[in-house]
């Protein structure tokens, strides 16, 4: 019961005037970023985190969180009525939303998709409330081998549950890793990988990269495909809303199907797009209706965005209790964290009570407000995509450019953000995966530091991390999903030789 | 960027898969090499105070390079799927027509600072390829940039970029 009280001492951070402001405040903008192509979650929130310098941290995770949620709402809103995924996790919402908009059911679909996104969400946050204390006072007794051993988990786990190559997911990862090793060596001073140049002393920010790679690359991507926008109309109206919502009990089943399955890659980093694809795919099997899928099945909406936001929101749990974040966004707001001068992990919990649970609190305020913006103010935020590509795209480009200069006031950034946005673009195409590069950009000199600690502490020996049953079984469970891509394959090989 | 294939029409592939796969890979095994070898020449063994600055970024560089070589081997042996178009030609240019502009405006950014050349960027953006008329693009233009200066110089107090040749907006005293 310790949470329940913590909780409400969070919501009575979390409800001043300021902070509530500030709530729908990020709503909005964040379905704004949602909505638009080439701004999303992770860019949108590392564009305007240098304006949150100046706040009190508590108000500024508020603010930022809430952008989140936005984001993670306004994929949908496109998505459903414009056949254009808005992000990558609403790409499965298309499949029976828009095909529903076409039918005229444009609000039905809507009213589905935000309220089984507030659900998949509401259930996560949840979930975060009663395990991520556990997990916390379970990490307290973590010394460098255990934090290597998650981190090695955590990178694992974007191999043995990434779909493409794992090659290049490796590869991928490996370029972050490198990447983050340029500048100053933490351990001796040294300077590393900068081949002479003083700028790149400093090292690369996964800020700009993240600025670039998904701001950049995106509009460059949306470019080709020669997006016009040619939408449906949508009106909600309350009589809609109430007979979507007399339906959708209907469809328990999927709703508790997507949100293990969204709570699950969410905390393990597969993140809230490989869910989202998944959810869909198992609710097409499993449901009685499931030929129909794709031709305007409502539960084809609730099934991705149930376990798209389950996704998204489990995401900050390993973020907030562990220090790890499990999606590109939440890392962008882990990098927060650490400019507000806190330090991510599990002392959060027991040293700045307040933020964690100010935080938490907002996160079940801040969904809330979400679904009462998003359900009122559809036409508004439709009207923003009717606005010409154009226009929007050096407007975004200028942002972009902004974001980048702020991170650290170099000019220097924006020069790398434009060449992320090309890596960003090829590696899109060529399927190289970007989360678990930006993920090993920020966790990069942490996951070394804990590496050459415990290297440190055993004096060389790699036995440190078998040295007992918690790093041993971590690591055991890492190295299992680093070479589950080729064990799959021998199974495979072997099930069909045994058929033959 | 490289284009192969010569065909006539809008239609025609610029760059196959495999062609883009090849050169990544290429490419990343380059930038492999030189993490490797710039790690081994500042120390990538175990000195007896522990791992040298190199050890870690020594091993990722080598990662890199096996890895890429794998790709690279799988692009040249075609394994990686048929072999379709990386990019069309008339994508490419639509591609170009928003990489060329933002090169450029990064390099005016550089050169008179973030403001000016933010206007004169989405003016030209919206005549060039939006077929605006130059009064609302530079309308709009202009009022970006003015949101912009108020919000960051004024409002945030978070000084942007000048510019290295000269500062247009010096007479403001920003």
């Known amino acids: ?500 | 960027m490289s284009t192969q294939a010569p065909t006539p029409g809008d239609d025609g592939q610029a760059v196959s898969m495999h062609t883009m796969e090849s050169v990544v890979a290429a490419q990343l095994f380059a930038i492999g090499a030189s993490v490797a070898y710039s790690s081994w020449n500042i120390g990538a063994r175990w000195a007896d105070d522990g791992p040298q600055a190199g050890y870690f970024p020594f091993y990722i560089g080598v990662i890199i390079c096996a890895c890429s070589l794998v790709i690279l081997l799988q692009a040249v042996t075609g394994r990686l799927g048929e072999n379709k178009s990386f990019v069309d030609r008339g994508p490419l240019r639509q591609v170009m027509s928003v990489l060329m502009p933002a090169t450029f405006y990064v390099l005016g950014i550089q050169l008179i600072g973030i403001y000016v050349a933010s206007a004169i960027y989405i003016t030209v953006f919206m005549v060039w390829l939006g077929r605006y008329s130059w009064l609302r693009g530079l309308v709009l233009g202009v009022a970006v940039s003015v949101v912009a200066f108020v919000m960051f110089e004024v409002w945030f107090q978070v000084p942007l970029f000048k510019g290295s040749l000269f500062n247009p907006l010096g007479f403001l005293g920003y």
């Open chain 1, 1 to 500: 019961m310790e949470e329940i009280n913590a909780l409400f001492q969070g919501f009575a951070v979390a409800l001043t005037p300021f902070n509530v402001m500030l709530m729908f405040v990020g709503i909005l903008l964040g379905v704004v970023i949602g909505v638009l192509p080439g701004l999303g979650g992770a860019n949108g929130i590392a564009i305007l985190l240098p304006l949150t310098f100046t706040m009190p941290p508590t108000s500024a995770i508020i603010m930022l969180s809430c952008i989140y949620w936005g984001a993670l709402f306004g994929g949908a809103i496109t998505s459903v009525l414009f056949n254009i995924p808005g992000e990558p996790w609403s790409v499965a919402t298309t499949f029976d939303g828009y095909p529903m908009a076409q039918q005229g059911r444009a609000g039905e679909a809507l009213t589905a998709a935000f309220t089984s996104s507030f659900i998949g969400a509401f259930v996560a946050v949840v979930m975060i409330t009663f395990l991520a204390p556990l997990v916390a006072r379970f990490a307290l007794e973590f010394g460098p081998p255990e934090f290597f051993s998650v981190y090695f988990l955590t990178f694992c786990s974007f191999v043995g549950m990434g779909k493409g190559s794992p090659f290049k997911i490796v590869a991928a990862m490996m370029l972050g890793f490198a990447l983050a090793a340029v500048g100053m060596d933490t351990v001796t001073g040294q300077l590393r990988l900068t081949f002479g140049f003083t700028d790149l002393m400093r090292g690369f920010d996964f800020l700009v990269a993240v600025i670039g790679l998904f701001g950049i690359g995106e509009i460059l991507l949306s470019m080709e495909e020669g997006l016009s926008f040619q939408g449906r109309a949508a009106k909600i109206n309350p009589k809609i809303v109430i007979e979507t919502w007399k339906q959708l009990p209907k469809y328990w089943v999927t709703s508790v199907r997507s949100c293990v399955i969204g709570c699950w890659m969410g905390i393990t980093p597969g993140g809230a797009t490989p869910a989202s694809f998944m959810a869909y795919g198992v609710a097409k099997r499993m449901s009685r209706d499931g030929q129909k899928f794709g031709t305007g099945q409502v539960e084809g909406v609730v099934a991705p965005e149930t376990a798209a936001h389950a996704a998204g929101t489990s995401a900050l749990l390993p973020m907030l209790s562990l220090g790890i974040p499990g999606s590109p966004t939440a890392a962008v707001l882990l990098g927060g964290l650490l400019i507000w001068g806190l330090q991510p992990g599990p002392l959060l919990f027991v040293e700045k009570k307040d933020f964690v649970w100010g935080l938490i609190a907002s996160m079940y305020l801040g969904n809330i407000a979400g679904l009462i913006i998003v359900l009122t103010c559809v036409p508004l935020f439709a009207a923003i995509l009717r606005v010409p590509f154009s226009i929007i795209a050096p407007i975004i480009v200028v942002i972009c450019a902004i974001g980048a200069f702020t991170v650290h006031n170099a000019m220097l950034d924006i020069w790398f953000m434009l060449l992320f946005g090309v890596i960003g673009y090829v590696f899109k195409k060529l399927d190289y995966p970007m989360a678990p590069m930006v993920l090993a950009l920020v966790l990069g000199d942490r996951a070394e530091d804990s590496f050459r600690q415990s290297m440190l502490i055993s004096q060389g020996d790699l036995r440190v991390f078998f040295s007992n049953w918690l790093v041993g079984g971590i690591m055991a469970l890492g190295l299992l999903l680093l070479f589950w891509p080729l064990i799959g394959k021998v199974f495979s090989s072997r099930r069909t030789h045994a058929m033959a």
